[in-house]
C-alpha cells in the first residue's frame, strides 16, 4: 500500500481496499485539452463533469501525492450545506443568488449520493441528516436569525427538536437545545475520493499521482506545465490545489488563511454507541465559532473533530498538517465532556487537515489575470464535502466558456476581500482564536466572558463558523 504513516484514518482504511493499486506516473510528455492541478475532490468534479459535457476532451490530472490524500481524504465526512451560512451569503451575493446557493448546496447533497450510486462507488453514503446544537446557555438561540430569514425566503430546511429528542439523538446531555436538517450527510471522504478517481479514469480521464507540478509557464499558448520527468502542453488548466495554492501561487497568498481541523476517532465500539443512541449517519455540530463535531460511522466508531486550531504562518504547509493532531487534549477533553461514559481512552488515532479559510468563509472561483485560459477556486473554509460538488460545476463551466447560472454566478468572479499581510495575519488570527477559547471556556461553565475576550471575538464572525477541514 501506497500510504504513510501521518496520513488520516480515513485515508489508510481506503488504501487497504487497494492493496494492489498501480501508481500512474507521468514520464513522457503529453499534450492535453485540459490539465488539472490537484486530484482531490474539486479536481476530481472538474475532470468528471467536464467528460460529461464534452466526452471528446482529453483531460490529463496530475497528483503531487495520492488522489484523496489531501483535505479531501482527512475532513470529517459530514456533508453539509450552505443554509447555515444564508445572511452571510445574503449579504456578500444579494438575496437572489443567496437563496439559489443555499438550494444549489442541498441539491448537491442527492447529486452526490445519486453519482455514488449510479457508478456504484462505496463511500458509506448515509443520508440521515444533522443536527446543530446549544451546548451552553450563550450557544442558545444563535440559529435564529438565520432560521427565520430562511423562513422568509421560503427555503427553511431546518426544524426544532425537543430537547430530550436533541439529547437522545445526539447521544449526549450537554446539548441545551438543536435543529434537525434532513438535508446532509455523511461519509466515508477517502472512500469518496478513491471512487472519483476510478469513475474519472473510466470515463478517459489520464490520472497521473506522485507527479508534482515543478513548475509552469503561463505566458506560453499552450501552457506548459512541468513535473519531474515530463512536461503538459495544455490549452487550458484548472487550479484545484486548495490549501496548497498559495504556496505555489504567490498572488493568491493573503486570499485564504491555513487553519487545521483536528479529529480523533475510537476503536471500534458498537455496543456503547448503541447505548447512547448513535446509531445512524447524522453529523452533530455545535454552536462554537470554532465547532465540534461528531458523528458515528457504519463499522461502530465515534469520530470527533474540532476547527480552528493551528493557524499556519505565510499560510506555509507546515508538516503539522501530516501529523497526528497536537491539540489531543482539546479532543479528549471534548470527549470526555460529550461522553464521559466512553472515555478518552477509547481513542484509536489522530489526524490533522488543513483547511483553506477564506474572508468571507465561502469559496471563490476565477481566472489568473495574467492569462484567462488558467482557472482556479479555493476556500471551502471548511465546507468543501458537497461543495466541491459546486466547484466542479463553476470550473467546468468556465473551461467550456459557457454562459449559465455557474459563471455569472458572483462567485466566479475571484476573491472577495483579503486577510491582512504577515506578520499581522498570523498575530491577528492567534490574538482572536485565544480570545474566542477563553470566552467559550468560560461560557462553559455558565460564567460571563471578559469583555475584551468578547469584543475580540466578534473578528471572527464576518467569515461565519470555521467548521471541518
Request: with cysteine; aromatic share 10%.
Amino acid at each position: 500500500m501506497h500510504t504513510s504513516q501521518h496520513s488520516s484514518f480515513w485515508f489508510q482504511q481506503a488504501m487497504a481496499r487497494e492493496p494492489d493499486a498501480a501508481v500512474n506516473v507521468l514520464q513522457q510528455d503529453i499534450q492535453v485539452d485540459v490539465c488539472i492541478l490537484g486530484g482531490g475532490y474539486t479536481g476530481l468534479w472538474t475532470a468528471i463533469q467536464l467528460k460529461q459535457k464534452e466526452p471528446s476532451l482529453q483531460i490529463a490530472v496530475i497528483e503531487k501525492s495520492l488522489c484523496g490524500s489531501g483535505a479531501s481524504g482527512r475532513n470529517g465526512g459530514c456533508m453539509l450545506t450552505w443554509s447555515t451560512k444564508y445572511l452571510s451569503l445574503k449579504k456578500h451575493y444579494g438575496e437572489a443568488e443567496a437563496k439559489r446557493l443555499v438550494m444549489a448546496s442541498e441539491q448537491a447533497v442527492e447529486a452526490i449520493d445519486t453519482f455514488c450510486q449510479h457508478h456504484q462507488i462505496d463511500a458509506q453514503l448515509r443520508r440521515h441528516g444533522t443536527l446543530y446544537t446549544a451546548t451552553n446557555p450563550a450557544q442558545m438561540g444563535n440559529l435564529d436569525p438565520v432560521l427565520s430569514a430562511l423562513d422568509n425566503a421560503g427555503i427553511n430546511a431546518w426544524q426544532a427538536w425537543e430537547t430530550s429528542r436533541v439529547q437522545s439523538s445526539a447521544g449526549s446531555d450537554v446539548h441545551l437545545e438543536g435543529h434537525f436538517s434532513g438535508a446532509a450527510a455523511s461519509v466515508q471522504p477517502a472512500l469518496l475520493a478513491r471512487g472519483l478517481k476510478r469513475v474519472a479514469e473510466e470515463m478517459g480521464v489520464r490520472i497521473y499521482e506522485q507527479t508534482p507540478m515543478t513548475a509552469m509557464d503561463s505566458n506560453t499558448f499552450p501552457v506548459t506545465v512541468s513535473t519531474p520527468q515530463a512536461q503538459i502542453q495544455a490549452k487550458k488548466v484548472v487550479v484545484a490545489l486548495n490549501a496548497w495554492t498559495p504556496a505555489v501561487f504567490p498572488a493568491l497568498k493573503n486570499t485564504v488563511v491555513l487553519v487545521s481541523s483536528d479529529m480523533a476517532i475510537t476503536r471500534p465500539i458498537p455496543t456503547q454507541l448503541e447505548k447512547l443512541g448513535l446509531n445512524d449517519g447524522k453529523s452533530v455540530v455545535d454552536g462554537r465559532t470554532f465547532v465540534h463535531y461528531y458523528r458515528s460511522t457504519p463499522d461502530g466508531r465515534l469520530m470527533l473533530g474540532k476547527g480552528g486550531n493551528y493557524f499556519a504562518f505565510a499560510n506555509r504547509m507546515s508538516a503539522v498538517f501530516d501529523q497526528p493532531s497536537r491539540y489531543q487534549q482539546i479532543l479528549r477533553s471534548a470527549f470526555q465532556r460529550f461522553f464521559p461514559a466512553i472515555g478518552p481512552e477509547a481513542i484509536e488515532t489522530t489526524w490533522t487537515g488543513a483547511s483553506d479559510r477564506s474572508a468571507t468563509g465561502m469559496p471563490f472561483f476565477g481566472r489568473f489575470p495574467e492569462n484567462p485560459a488558467i482557472v482556479y477556486g479555493l476556500g471551502y473554509s471548511g465546507n468543501g464535502v458537497v461543495q466541491s460538488w459546486i466547484g466542479g460545476q463553476i470550473l467546468s463551466s468556465l473551461i467550456l466558456g459557457e454562459d449559465n447560472e455557474w459563471t455569472r454566478s458572483p462567485l466566479a468572479t475571484g476573491p472577495v476581500s483579503e486577510f491582512p499581510p504577515e506578520p499581522f495575519r498570523w498575530f491577528g488570527a492567534h490574538l482572536v482564536r485565544n480570545a474566542i477559547r477563553r470566552k467559550e471556556f468560560a461560557e462553559d461553565k455558565h460564567e460571563t466572558p471578559r469583555w475584551i475576550d468578547r469584543q475580540l471575538a466578534k473578528f471572527a464572525n464576518f467569515a461565519g463558523k470555521a467548521d471541518k477541514a
